[in-house]
């Protein structure tokens, strides 16, 4: 048992990402989905204005074939005539005014939101969609197939894979700036430095071990005590830069024992 001035969470940290949410977009012609979705379970979310399907959304309209031509002389007549070569892409044309309307309700319903959207589609579907999109946080990578002919668990599982690499990414990324800059005034490793730093928001990024503790007392503005021992009135001070780090829009990152430099408790790089 803790009792501290701020919240113990150093045991939740290792349950990253601590930011797990995701929403995922089952797309097929025949039907349109949007759901929210984090670690542990994923749920339907309603959306407005937005077509059920292809059909609804194009039926009544007209679409006009589209040809690209040149002018060439003919092997036989030697004659210049117009030459019409390309698909028509009536098809494409459809599939483009559907995606926009979906465009259009899942912006609605994802206004204000930065969590990641996953699409889930054929794959020829979701370059289309791609073009359509106006959701600024769209995932370049998609759940192939037919979402229709995918269990709700499983098409949960299939987005939360891609929602954990990517994850896995960003701290791989986060910790190479740290590696980057190490041994520059844009990174630290001194508990104290750390401490001030985080309570005035000037952390971007930090780094701390899974185990281990330091205990001691914060006193505003940057006097930090540190103690071998806990004492009465103590906070667990890795815990507390954690807190005041994530307070604040930085980002904790837990590391493995002997991920730090040897003899660091915790590493950090500054936001300017």
């Known amino acids: 048992m ?5 919240f113990f969470i150093r045991p939740l940290l290792s349950l990253w990402p601590a930011n ?7 797309l097929s012609q025949k039907r349109v989905r949007l759901f929210e979705g984090s670690r542990y379970r994923m749920e339907e979310r309603h959306l407005r204005d937005t077509p059920e399907n292809l059909h609804e959304d194009v039926a009544g309209l007209s679409f ?7 002018t060439a002389a003919s092997p036989v007549s030697n004659q210049k005539g117009a030459i019409f070569h390309g698909p028509s892409v009536q098809s494409k044309d459809r599939l483009i005014h559907f995606f926009r309307d979906v465009d259009r309700g899942v912006a609605s319903a994802l206004k204000n939101q930065e969590a990641p959207l996953i699409v889930a589609a054929v794959e020829y579907l979701f370059p289309i969609y791609r073009e359509a999109n106006t959701y600024p946080h769209l995932l370049e990578e998609a759940i192939p197939g037919n979402p229709d002919l995918l269990a709700q668990d499983a098409l949960h599982a299939a987005s939360w894979k891609i929602f954990e690499n990517r994850a896995a990414g960003a701290e791989a990324r986060a910790f190479g700036v740290y590696k980057e800059h190490i041994n520059t005034p844009l990174t630290s490793s001194n508990l104290r430095k750390v401490i001030a730093a985080a ?5 971007r990024l930090l780094f701390v071990p899974a185990s281990s503790e330091q205990w001691g007392l914060f006193q505003r503005p940057e006097t930090v005590h540190i103690h071998d021992r806990r004492e009465s009135g103590d906070d667990e ?5 954690a ?3 994530l307070r604040d829009g930085g ?5 493995p024992a002997g991920g730090l430099r040897e003899g660091a408790g915790v590493a950090v790089v500054f936001r300017f």
């Open 2 to 6: 803790v009792v501290g001035s701020e």
């Open 20 to 26: 797990d949410r995701f929403f995922v977009l089952a």
């Open 64 to 70: 006009e074939r589209h040809y690209e031509m040149h």
């Open 199 to 203: 309570a005035s928001g000037r952390v």
């Open 237 to 241: 001070l890795v815990n507390l830069a």
């Open 243 to 245: 807190v005041l780090t």
């Open 251 to 255: 980002e904790v990152h837990v590391v």
